[in-house]
T-cell receptor, first 113, second 118 residues
Framework: GENVEQHPSTLSVQEGDSAVIKCTYSDSASNYFPWYKQELGKRPQLIIDIRSNVGEKKDQRIAVTLNKTAKHFSLHITETQPEDSAVYFCAASLGTSYGKLTFGQGTILTVHP | GAVVSQHPSWVICKSGTSVKIECRSLDFQATTMFWYRQFPKQSLMLMATSNEGSKATYEQGVEKDKFLINHASLTLSTLTVTSAHPEDSSFYIC??????????????FGSGTRLTVV
């Protein structure tokens, strides 16, 4: 089955700096890669996603890049703010069932004012 | 669109009892729903895929007789934790897959259920 590795496990940055979280996946057939933000005790919230036919996608301060050849994808957050502090999860799914997700281990992002 | 409601949000039960968790798609029909489990400070792990009108598909290592899933309608799936034990204490989260073009939806998760077995 699919295996998703996520790094780093913790990331601490100063407000205004950029943050990058990287994930690799094992199954080359995976074709959907969402990123979720989860605050303590709450549900994961989708912040951005990318499909395998696209190399990069951007939404304001957040961007995701995908390298299908290397089987890795990354989340980029620019101009970080304290409210960006949370746990971020990458995920991958394959086939026609985009909802069947394999998650990475998570990254605890802390943005210091 | 793609709102998923989950109830209860938290529950405390005694060892040996059963607990039912509901997952509803409020503004769309969900032919497929997914149940995840998240232990404290860990990632989400898929437990099972719930298909409307048929048996659920369980992931390896998940006991189907302990975690009963019923998906009797296109808007409701239930997860029943039977004979709960303290090690079943976890955050259970569902998500639903629309039966139409998924590009307009973000696979919203339910709000989750915090189960504590004492």
């Amino acid at each position: 089955g699919e295996n998703v590795e996520q790094h780093p496990s913790t990331l601490s940055v100063q407000e205004g700096d950029s943050a990058v979280i990287k994930c690799t996946y094992s199954d080359s057939a995976s074709n959907y890669f969402p990123w979720y933000k989860q605050e303590l005790g709450k549900r994961p919230q989708l912040i951005i996603d990318i499909r395998s036919n696209v190399g990069e996608k951007k939404d304001q301060r957040i961007a995701v890049t995908l390298n299908k050849t290397a089987k890795h994808f990354s989340l980029h957050i620019t101009e970080t703010q304290p409210e960006d502090s949370a746990v971020y999860f990458c995920a991958a799914s394959l086939g026609t069932s985009y909802g069947k997700l394999t998650f990475g281990q998570g990254t605890i992002l802390t943005v210091h004012p | 669109g793609a709102v998923v409601s989950q109830h209860p949000s938290w529950v405390i039960c005694k060892s040996g009892t059963s607990v039912k968790i509901e997952c509803r798609s409020l503004d769309f029909q969900a032919t497929t729903m997914f149940w995840y489990r998240q232990f404290p400070k860990q990632s989400l792990m898929l437990m099972a895929t719930s298909n409307e009108g048929s048996k659920a598909t369980y992931e390896q290592g998940v006991e189907k007789d302990k975690f009963l899933i019923n998906h009797a309608s296109l808007t409701l799936s239930t997860l029943t934790v039977t004979s709960a034990h303290p090690e079943d204490s976890s955050f259970y989260i569902c998500s639903a897959e629309p039966g139409q073009d998924v590009s307009n939806y973000g696979y919203t998760f339910g709000s989750g259920t915090r189960l504590t077995v004492v």
